[in-house]
């Protein structure tokens, strides 16, 4: 019998993250904070972290959460495309990251919609 073969790859979703923010590009979403509700998936290859059982070897994503909240909490955004950009950009700065997608919500943006988001991914192209 054949023993089973295990991927190495992890896979950490944060989700729901919530935040306030100013968003948008009428006088009202200018001037008043809105939530946002941040999703982010991503993959790392966490062969270190699965043979050393040690933080040291892992993707610190406790790290890129505070960098998100701070990004947010301190910024203004018109378009919720380019907010979704700039999150993913922060992810992908940890090298360790191979994949990953952002997906941003902004909570009755639309009238009779429960919310509209934007998503985005990026990856990385392996260097031979």
């Excluded at 993250?17 to 009428?26: C, D, H, Q, S, V």
């Excluded at 378009?79 to 997906?103: D, G």
Aim: hydrophobic share 40%.
């Amino acid at each position: 019998m054949a023993s089973p073969t295990f991927s190495r790859q992890a896979k950490v979703r944060i989700k729901d993250l919530l935040l306030r923010t100013y968003i948008g590009i009428k006088e009202e979403e200018i001037n008043n904070l809105q939530d946002v509700v941040i999703n982010v998936c991503l993959t790392y290859d966490a062969t270190a972290a699965l043979d050393n059982n040690a933080i040291a070897s892992a993707l610190n994503y406790r790290t890129i959460t505070k960098q998100i909240i701070h990004h947010i909490d301190g910024n203004r955004f018109a378009l919720l495309e380019r907010m979704t950009h700039e999150v993913l950009s922060i992810v992908m700065e940890h090298t360790a990251v191979q994949w990953a997608k952002v997906e941003i919500d902004k909570p009755h943006a639309l009238r009779y919609a429960e919310s509209v988001s934007v998503s985005l991914e990026a990856h990385r192209t392996k260097t031979t």
